[in-house]
Nanobody, 122 residues
Framework: QVQLVESGGGLVQAGGSLRVSCAASGRAFSAYNMAWFRQAPGKEREFVAAIRRGIPNTYYADSVKGRFTISRDNAKNSVFLQMNNLKPEDTAVYYC???????????????WGQGTQVTVSS
């Protein structure tokens, strides 16, 4: 029902900033809850941040609170993750996800993008 494509990943030095983006297809983007997850080599996919449909309530993993900000632009069918003060531990493939019903830390979102690599060097 919706296709998600991430972009904006790359290589940054520790302490730097990066913004990853997720572009969604379809005309009903505003009806979806959106989220960002990440997966590092040898680790399971973990929750990073989520933003509700409608009024943009947000929720963050403790590991990124105060450093990362999730936002959405419904007119552009896009969701963003601004990452500041990056640490080597943030290195992972970052995925965006969408769901009409679920919201928050659940790993059971219905739709997923292919991911974009973020690498933070020491």
């Amino acid at each position: 029902q919706v296709q998600l494509v991430e972009s904006g990943g790359g290589l940054v030095q520790a302490g730097g900033s990066l913004r990853v983006s997720c572009a969604a297809s379809g005309r009903a983007f505003s009806a979806y809850n959106m989220a960002w997850f990440r997966q590092a080599p040898g680790k399971e996919r973990e929750f990073v941040a989520a933003i509700r449909r409608g009024i943009p309530n947000t929720y963050y993993a403790d590991s990124v609170k105060g450093r990362f900000t999730i936002s959405r632009d419904n007119a552009k069918n896009s969701v963003f993750l601004q990452m500041n003060n990056l640490k080597p531990e943030d290195t992972a493939v970052y995925y965006c996800a969408a769901d009409l019903t679920k919201y928050g830390t659940t790993n059971a979102y219905d739709y997923w993008g292919q991911g974009t690599q973020v690498t933070v060097s020491s």
